[in-house]
């Protein structure tokens, strides 16, 4: 019983990074032929400066939901669920607040001088903070109550949606500004899936 419960998971989690790596394979020589070297490296740059707003959603979370997940009844929680939330929405949103103050001080040390290129950017650094408050919150909950396919599907949806993005914007714009709106945007779509889900289990 627990050889099939281990079994059926780690099939159903690995399938997401399998599909992952394939779709990579598959979309890398589509977009090398409509993006310069050039665009590939703002894009990781932009990538590269999302790194500071990680720090505000992943506080621990594992730590916290791990210890105590067990010892709780369901109303605690779903109350726990909730308060991560909060605290991770609170956290988020007062380093963004830091972070716009200083904003050319802290990410021209990040970017360089590439960081001109990338500034007019920087309103998606912002909104891509809302995409990350929820992903440790999900997975983990996902993990501990086995809703592996569950979180597979989303995983998919989001490889499949993202990948399509940016083919499409690759070949119909050449434009690496709009790839990178366009994968903020799946990354918002996303999250407002794991947001509801998140909300439904709080039952708030």
């Excluded at 690995?14 to 990579?24: F, G, Q, T, W, Y």
């Excluded at 730590?63 to 929680?77: G, P």
């Excluded at 990040?110 to 997975?139: C, E, K, M, Q």
Aim: one cysteine or more.
């Amino acid at each position: 019983m627990i050889k099939n419960l281990i079994t059926k998971n780690f099939l159903i989690y690995s399938l997401p990074n399998a599909l992952s790596r394939l779709v990579n394979f598959i979309v890398l020589p589509i977009t090398t032929a409509y993006l310069t070297l050039a665009d590939f490296g703002y894009i990781a740059i932009f990538q590269l400066c999302v790194i500071p707003f990680r720090v505000a959603t992943e506080f621990g979370v594992g730590y916290i939901i791990n210890s105590n997940w067990f010892n709780f009844d369901l109303k605690q929680r779903r109350e726990l669920i909730f308060s991560i939330l909060i605290v991770g929405l609170i956290l988020s949103f007062f380093l963004g607040f830091i972070l716009w103050i200083f904003l050319d001080s802290i990410f021209s040390i990040i970017a360089g001088d590439s960081w001109s290129v990338i500034r007019p950017l920087s309103l998606y650094l912002f909104i891509h903070i809302v995409t990350l408050i929820p992903n440790p919150i999900f997975d983990l909950w996902a993990i501990i109550e086995q809703k592996a396919i569950l979180n597979s599907i989303i995983r998919v949806i989001e490889i499949i949606f993202n990948s399509l993005t940016i083919v499409l914007l690759a070949i119909y714009t050449q434009d690496f500004e709009l790839i990178i709106i366009g994968t903020v945007a799946v990354g918002f779509f996303i999250s407002i899936i794991k947001y509801y889900f998140i909300i439904k289990i709080s039952d708030y």
